[in-house]
């Protein structure tokens, strides 16, 4: 019978006897496992790269969000393994796909993750089983992409046999308030039973799922977020842009509008957008309204506005340096803080690749700190953490703040520098009508 299906599931569920794949075990992935493990569950977390597998299985965390302590007890009482073998799957009445989605060179979507992890799945795929994908994405991916890769290759049918949905992945690197505990799930079934036994799976190990009616609905919410910010990081990145003609300081401008207690949300400029989501995620659902005749204006628009801003930063780095009488070139630029955001370690995307790689360009001679990245490496130059701060501060012409950590004593370098091109107000009121500082 049907339904004997779906209430055996859920009755595993339930009483946690479960035990949940999780295919991806990354930033989203590893969390997720250990938040279900915590929960109870018996995790079994599946990635083709070895290292993250043999970490997992020494209790030993690679993201800063997850400690050594937190893992290391789950993974001592079996809670919690890896392995690099997808039969592992068949064992497995909970699936969670935390694989990458990102952009391919040309700015397209790069589904492949999403399509070699659904295959991998698919042979092992049985009766009884519940699968949840939590990749951002576009809204359509999970019945048009997953969905027949999944019940081509099992002849089982959805909604009967197997359950399928999509909940998207919100987690905020680096926030202790918000974690994938606390934050809430959204969840969409591709039909009602498979959102049905998708929001028990769920609620079992988090404090509270949102149902929605499809698994569209969970997709686009996800794309509504991130747009949503990265618009207004487009917006405000334009005032800064906007300001500096007019001579206003952006930053007491924008303190002053966060003033009203109703009707605005403050977003600060910078250097540009990073990450594996805000750049990206919007553009995938551009892509996909393109297919559909439709042009995502506003998402274009702010993808152009960010894109911009590394180079306007080279602009205010030549800026400062000619009020020094010094050219860009063979100029020593130091580029304090290179993560995408403050005090996380991930490189995706972030902004300092495209200015450091435009300030070399112009014959720059640039090195870089950051107490999160020991090295970053480029198509065309890599460069190592500089070991002695200070003793760089004192040395370069000047000092480039692309990430502000909170680790950072910004008045010693301000007092210990010759110039700073602050992109983030680190410095606050220090920096302002300050003669070596030029800020965005
Ligand atoms: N990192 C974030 O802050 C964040 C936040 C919200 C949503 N997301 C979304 O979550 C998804 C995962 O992102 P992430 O940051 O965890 O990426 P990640 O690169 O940290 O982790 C993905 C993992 O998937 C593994 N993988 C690659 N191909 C695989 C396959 N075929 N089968 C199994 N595993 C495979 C990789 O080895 C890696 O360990 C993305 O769609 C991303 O947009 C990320």
Redesign the pocket.
Same mark, same amino acid.
């Given at each position: 019978m049907d339904t004997d299906i779906k209430n055996n599931l859920i009755g595993k569920l339930t009483e946690k006897s479960a035990l949940v794949a999780v #295919? @991806? #075990? @990354?930033?989203? @992935?590893l969390p997720l496992a250990v938040t279900f493990a915590e929960a109870g569950f018996r995790v079994i977390g #599946?990635?083709?790269?070895q290292r993250?597998v043999a970490a997992v299985n020494r209790g030993e965390s690679y993201i800063l969000d997850i400690t050594n302590e937190q893992l290391a007890p789950l993974v001592k009482n079996g809670l919690v393994t890896a392995t690099s073998d997808f039969s592992a799957v068949k064992d497995a009445q909970a699936v969670s796909i935390? $694989?990458? %989605?990102p952009l391919r060179k040309t700015g397209d979507p790069d589904l492949s993750?999403i399509v *070699?992890?659904t295959e *991998?799945i698919a042979p092992y795929l049985h009766t009884g089983m519940v699968v949840v994908l /939590?990749?951002? %994405?576009y809204p359509g991916t999970t019945r048009e992409l997953v969905l027949p890769r999944l019940s081509e290759a099992s002849h089982l049918t959805v909604g009967k046999d197997f359950f399928l949905a999509f909940s998207p /992945?919100? $987690?905020d690197?680096g926030r202790k308030d918000f974690t994938t505990y606390n934050t809430p799930k959204v969840i969409g079934g591709i039909t009602p039973a498979c959102s049905e036994v998708a929001n028990v799976f769920y609620s079992m190990a988090l404090a509270k799922v949102v149902p929605v009616t499809s698994a569209e609905v969970a997709e686009m919410a996800k794309l509504l977020e991130n747009t949503f910010r990265m618009i207004n990081i487009g917006l405000v990145n334009e005032m800064a842009m906007m300001c500096d003609r007019l001579g206003v300081d952006v930053w007491e401008v924008i303190d002053a509008a966060a003033t009203k207690p109703f009707g605005f949300m403050k977003f600060t400029p910078g250097p540009g957008l990073g @990450?594996?989501?805000i750049p990206i995620?919007p553009l995938y659902l551009s892509w996909k309204l393109r297919s559909l005749n439709y042009t995502a204006r506003f998402i274009e628009l702010a993808s152009e506005i960010n894109t911009q801003m590394p180079r306007f930063v080279v602009g205010k780095v030549q800026d400062g340096l000619n009020s020094f009488k010094k050219p860009l070139k063979d100029s020593r630029i130091l580029i304090l803080g290179v993560a995408y955001k403050p005090d996380i370690d991930d490189m995706r995307e972030s902004p300092a690749l495209d200015v450091i790689h435009l300030l070399k360009g112009k014959g720059a001679d640039v090195v870089y700190h950051d107490p999160f990245v020991p090295s970053i490496t480029h198509d065309e130059w890599s460069l190592k953490c500089v070991p002695d701060l200070m003793a760089e501060v004192k040395n370069v012409d000047a000092v480039v703040i692309i990430t502000n950590h909170k680790t950072y004593d910004y008045m010693a370098i301000l007092a210990a520098s010759k110039l700073i091109i602050d992109t983030r107000n680190a410095l606050g009121a220090a920096g302002r009508d300050n003669p070596k500082v030029v800020r965005l």
């Amino acid at each position: 019978m049907d339904t004997d299906i779906k209430n055996n599931l859920i009755g595993k569920l339930t009483e946690k006897s479960a035990l949940v794949a999780v #295919i @991806g #075990i @990354g930033y989203v @992935g590893l969390p997720l496992a250990v938040t279900f493990a915590e929960a109870g569950f018996r995790v079994i977390g #599946i990635d083709p790269d070895q290292r993250k597998v043999a970490a997992v299985n020494r209790g030993e965390s690679y993201i800063l969000d997850i400690t050594n302590e937190q893992l290391a007890p789950l993974v001592k009482n079996g809670l919690v393994t890896a392995t690099s073998d997808f039969s592992a799957v068949k064992d497995a009445q909970a699936v969670s796909i935390c $694989v990458p %989605t990102p952009l391919r060179k040309t700015g397209d979507p790069d589904l492949s993750f999403i399509v *070699s992890a659904t295959e *991998s799945i698919a042979p092992y795929l049985h009766t009884g089983m519940v699968v949840v994908l /939590e990749s951002s %994405t576009y809204p359509g991916t999970t019945r048009e992409l997953v969905l027949p890769r999944l019940s081509e290759a099992s002849h089982l049918t959805v909604g009967k046999d197997f359950f399928l949905a999509f909940s998207p /992945e919100r $987690v905020d690197p680096g926030r202790k308030d918000f974690t994938t505990y606390n934050t809430p799930k959204v969840i969409g079934g591709i039909t009602p039973a498979c959102s049905e036994v998708a929001n028990v799976f769920y609620s079992m190990a988090l404090a509270k799922v949102v149902p929605v009616t499809s698994a569209e609905v969970a997709e686009m919410a996800k794309l509504l977020e991130n747009t949503f910010r990265m618009i207004n990081i487009g917006l405000v990145n334009e005032m800064a842009m906007m300001c500096d003609r007019l001579g206003v300081d952006v930053w007491e401008v924008i303190d002053a509008a966060a003033t009203k207690p109703f009707g605005f949300m403050k977003f600060t400029p910078g250097p540009g957008l990073g @990450g594996h989501c805000i750049p990206i995620d919007p553009l995938y659902l551009s892509w996909k309204l393109r297919s559909l005749n439709y042009t995502a204006r506003f998402i274009e628009l702010a993808s152009e506005i960010n894109t911009q801003m590394p180079r306007f930063v080279v602009g205010k780095v030549q800026d400062g340096l000619n009020s020094f009488k010094k050219p860009l070139k063979d100029s020593r630029i130091l580029i304090l803080g290179v993560a995408y955001k403050p005090d996380i370690d991930d490189m995706r995307e972030s902004p300092a690749l495209d200015v450091i790689h435009l300030l070399k360009g112009k014959g720059a001679d640039v090195v870089y700190h950051d107490p999160f990245v020991p090295s970053i490496t480029h198509d065309e130059w890599s460069l190592k953490c500089v070991p002695d701060l200070m003793a760089e501060v004192k040395n370069v012409d000047a000092v480039v703040i692309i990430t502000n950590h909170k680790t950072y004593d910004y008045m010693a370098i301000l007092a210990a520098s010759k110039l700073i091109i602050d992109t983030r107000n680190a410095l606050g009121a220090a920096g302002r009508d300050n003669p070596k500082v030029v800020r965005l």
